[in-house]
């Protein structure tokens, strides 16, 4: 079981946390809310992490934050054992799947979802999420106000249609241009339009 080979459950779930989510920072009560695991374990795999150096913090709005340090050593070898979602399948440990995208894909087709903004600490989009594709407007409208309760702050989002999406990044837009050269995780991409760092 992977959670032998890495110590924890709690650090595993940890590791599958972030390394799915590699321009996404979290604060201590945010993670044990995604991971439902308790604070002490979580702060003490917290510090482990940290004093390794596979995450990094930084504080904020009085709030200290954890995000993956991707200048880490073994960072791009940790990021396909936690995200090679075959290989965690034999896993017993029931893993987080980012939660956004899974919600995101019951909305509709949903051919690219960008988060940007205060998902990533990055306000240079001037927008949190980006949809394309055809999805269910009073559904998306619901899911955002869960999401502005989760996260405790507004969040700006776009719905743009597949066509308008691609012509606007032929042009060279600079909404898109914007969004695209911000920090940002892509949750979900079906027609790998966008290349991630």
Not at 11 to 24: D, E, G, I, T, Y
Not at 37 to 43: C, F, P, T, Y
Not at 138 to 148: F, G, N, P, R
Request: charged residues 30%; without cysteine; hydrophobic residues 35%.
């Amino acid at each position: 079981m992977i959670e032998q080979l890495f110590g924890s459950k709690t650090r595993v779930k940890l590791l599958q946390l972030f390394m799915s989510n590699p321009n996404r920072a979290f604060y201590v009560r945010e993670i044990t809310r995604k991971i439902d695991e308790q604070i002490n374990s979580v702060r003490r795999e917290l510090a482990n992490l940290l004093s390794i150096g596979i995450i990094s913090s930084q504080e904020s709005d009085n709030k200290l934050y954890y995000e993956v340090n991707q200048k880490y050593p073994h960072y791009q070898s940790l990021r396909s054992i936690f995200t090679n979602k075959k290989a965690m399948a034999r896993s017993e440990v029931k893993l987080p799947e980012g939660g956004v995208a899974n919600k995101l894909t019951e909305l509709g087709a949903v051919e690219l979802a960008i988060m940007t903004g205060t998902f990533t600490r990055d306000t240079s989009p001037g927008v949190d999420l980006l949809i394309v594709g055809d999805v269910n407007r009073t559904k998306l409208a619901k899911l955002v106000e869960e999401l502005q309760q989760e996260e405790g702050h507004e969040i700006d989002y776009a719905l743009l249609d597949p066509d308008e999406f691609d012509y606007r990044l032929s042009v060279k837009d600079r909404f898109i241009s914007n969004v695209l050269g911000a920090k940002k995780t892509v949750a979900i991409d079906t027609k790998d339009r966008v290349k991630q760092e």
